[in-house]
T-cell receptor, first 108, second 117 residues
Framework: GQNIDQPTEMTATEGAIVQINCTYQ??????LFWYQQHAGEAPTFLSY????GLEEKGRFSSFLSRSKGYSYLLLKELQMKDSASYLC?????????FGAGTTVTVRA | GAVVSQHPSWVICKSGTSVKIECRSL??????MFWYRQFPKQSLMLMAT?????????EQGVEKDKFLINHASLTLSTLTVTSAHPEDSSFYIC?????????????FGPGTRLTVT
């Protein structure tokens, strides 16, 4: 089975940094994805990690430790438009299993 | 590139009727399409995986006779919710995996909001 945990909600101030943690226990692993989802819209791809370490993409970075079953998404220089739900998803045999999502609220 | 469309974007239907949702890959060929369902404030749950020209594979607990999936071409998959009930009201999202893309990358459609009254 798949078990993917991430915090339900986080709040931060504009310009700050927020780190969203994700822990997983899955029967197989082909990589870990992070998606951003605004209310009522489909998820949009943010990052993909398959090897241990940090992947940096502009204001967003994602880290993976396969031995610990752990990943985080780091959002820097927060902007109001970053207020959204962030989904951690584990790929196993081409299928994605999603966590429940973390709702990030950015305040002025 | 890698655009996926869904039609309709929202639909309201009466209990007992059937609703068809289309998922199209607009600028690429999709070997595999996936159908997800998302209830309010919950995560996406995979319902089924469909490959062009073959029968869909349903996840445990998903009724294949209720959720009919047809993947007739490399750019089109359809999900038909038969004899819809209010509990089927949800946000249905499809995704597609490109023939040419990475093996684990999926491109998501904009979703279809179904309300059954």
């Amino acid at each position: 089975g798949q078990n993917i945990d991430q915090p339900t909600e986080m709040t931060a101030t504009e310009g700050a940094i927020v780190q969203i943690n994700c822990t997983y226990q899955t029967s197989g692993f082909n990589g870990l994805f992070w998606y951003q989802q605004h209310a009522g819209e489909a998820p949009t791809f943010l990052s993909y990690n398959v090897l241990d370490g940090l992947e940096e993409k502009g204001r967003f970075s994602s880290f993976l430790s396969r031995s610990k079953g752990y990943s985080y998404l780091l959002l820097k220089e927060l902007q109001m438009k970053d207020s959204a739900s962030y989904l951690c998803a584990v790929s196993n045999d081409y299928k994605l299993s999603f966590g429940a999502g973390t709702t990030v609220t950015v305040r002025a | 590139g890698a655009v996926v469309s869904q039609h309709p974007s929202w639909v309201i239907c009466k209990s007992g009727t059937s609703v068809k949702i289309e998922c199209r890959s607009l600028d690429f060929q999709a070997t595999t399409m996936f159908w997800y369902r998302q209830f309010p404030k919950q995560s996406l749950m995979l319902m089924a995986t469909s490959n062009e020209g073959s029968k869909a594979t349903y996840e445990q607990g998903v009724e294949k006779d209720k959720f009919l999936i047809n993947h007739a071409s490399l750019t089109l998959s359809t999900l038909t919710v038969t004899s819809a009930h209010p509990e089927d009201s949800s946000f249905y999202i499809c995704s597609a995996r490109s023939i040419a893309g990475g093996p684990y990358e999926q491109y998501f459609g904009p979703g279809t909001r179904l309300t059954v009254t």
